[in-house]
Structure formats: C-alpha cells, structure tokens
C-alpha cells in the first residue's frame, strides 16, 4: 500500500500492515502514537525522531523501531518511507525505547515487495510468508548509537532540545549552570543522573547526530566548519569513535547510495 493513512486501515486483520510513503521536503509529523509497533524505514534521506525520552536520528539505509502508543515526532528531510505498523501482541520482543537498526539488503528488498501487498493479502500464500520473514529479520537488528537522551526535568530538557536545534561548540557547563540557577558541579551532577552522560558528553554526541542531516548536502570539511571541529579530521575521528563509519559514508552522494534508489525506482515501476 502506498501513501494511505493509517487511520483508515488500522482495523484490518492484519498483524503486519506495510505502508510506503513519500513526504515533501522538511515535513514535520506533529507529535502523535500509534497503537501498532511501527518500523519506520528511510528509502532516502534522513528522519529525526523525538520523544520525551530521546532524539534519534536515521541516517539513510537505517531504521528505526518505534513501541506501540510512544507519543512521537518525526521531522523528514527529503524521505521517502517504507513502514511496517505491527500489531504488539505478534512482537513481545519490541523494544521498550525506540531503536535505530541498520537496514541490510535482504531486508530492505522485503520491505520493498511488501509495500505493493493489497490490503487483504494471502496470509497462507507468498505474502504472508514474507510479512512473517520481516518480523525475523527485524529480531535480529542490532541497536545503533545514533541518539541521546532528553532528561525528565522541563529546565534541562529545555537546553537539550535548544541545543540540539543549534549546536554551539562554544557552550559551557558553566553557562548552562547559570541559566539553571545552580552550581557547576550541582548542575552536572543532577544532568549525569537524569541522562546518563556529563554535559560535555553529551552535547559532543549531540552536535555528531547534528552532522548526518547536514552531510546530506553539505562536505565533511563543510560540516566540520560548521560544527565547530578544529579540522576535518578532527572531525572524522570523533564521528568515527562513536558511529563507528567515517561521515563520508552519510553523504546523500555516494554513488552506492545513489544506485540503490536507482534500483529502488526501477523495481518500483516494473511492480506498477
């Protein structure tokens, strides 16, 4: 099914419902839940999904697993989506949080079929064994580090979100103590206990998470300049440490990328 809301074909007795979607560039979906599980997958560009837990950031050729009722946001940047909206009881093993999963190609062509299935298909025939292989292949994703966490508190949520919406390389633990009204080391203790991570650890993977969607259209010496990074390598080696890839391989023009949409497009139209 394509470009369908899921509203209209919620009640169907399916426990998988794959949906393809395509977006206008830097559409916003408004925070909203769904009550099915959902596996949102990017055929091109790059999504960012936030909740009152976390950002996530997918990259293309990445996923993300999404529980059922999680209140969300999804900003699309030049995407086109592949989803699966699953019924919870048929995946006990959903994780709790949302994750970002690498998409491999086997995967990614099952997606690519199930998304022409008509609404009722044949769950004895073809179709339903491919729903039930999506489901398997999904199990075994591993999670990928492209987050971070948004503390519970409204203040330090506050200059999170801020933050993540501008980086500034130049921002202090001090200059966010201040705007809390608390000490330095106050402030970064109460941070660590509701994130996990120090300040400076965590706007370091947060201004990293802000380079993927920039990598669409702009260098890794671009990105890095922008970033505030003392020289592209310096960079390189920072997003290497934590995304374990160089951000060359984010790039919306790597001809790999480019050749999978191409065979993407093809086997589309051939279907249609």
């Not at 970002?100 to 099952?110: D, K, M, N, Q, S």
């Not at 310096?234 to 023009?253: D, K, Q």
Request: hydrophobic content about 45%; overall charge positive.
């Amino acid at each position: 099914m394509k470009n369908v809301s899921l509203a209209d074909v919620d009640h169907v007795d399916r426990a998988v419902l794959p949906i393809g979607t395509d977006y206008p560039p830097g559409q916003v979906l408004d925070w909203h839940r769904h009550r099915r599980a959902q596996f949102l997958y990017g055929a091109t560009g790059v999504m960012v999904v936030d909740t009152a837990e976390g950002t996530w950031t997918v990259p293309p050729e990445r996923a993300v697993l999404i529980p059922a009722a999680t209140r969300h946001r999804v900003r699309m940047l030049g995407v086109s989506t592949r989803s699966l909206y699953i019924e919870p009881g048929a995946v006990p093993w959903w994780p709790g949080t949302c994750t970002v999963v690498e998409v491999p190609p086997l995967l990614r062509e099952l997606l690519l079929v199930a998304v022409d299935f008509p609404l009722d298909y044949n769950l004895a025939g073809r179709e339903g064994s491919i729903a039930e292989l999506l489901l398997y292949e999904i199990a075994e994703r591993a999670p990928l580090p492209f987050h971070v966490a948004i503390p519970a508190s409204a203040d330090l949520a506050g200059l999170c979100r801020a933050y993540l919406a501008a980086p500034d390389a130049g921002v202090t633990n001090a200059a966010w103590a201040a705007r809390t009204a608390m000490s330095e080391r106050a402030f970064t203790r109460r941070f660590r206990a509701e994130t996990g991570d120090s300040p400076a650890v965590w706007r370091s993977r947060a201004r990293l998470l802000a380079a993927v969607p920039l990598l669409r259209t702009a260098s890794v010496s671009e990105v890095a300049v922008r970033l505030g990074y003392a020289s592209p390598a310096a960079f390189t080696a920072a997003f290497t440490r934590v995304f374990g890839l160089p951000p060359s391989r984010f790039g919306e023009n790597r001809q790999g990328h480019r050749s999978d949409l191409r065979n993407a497009d093809v086997r589309e139209k051939c279907a249609g």
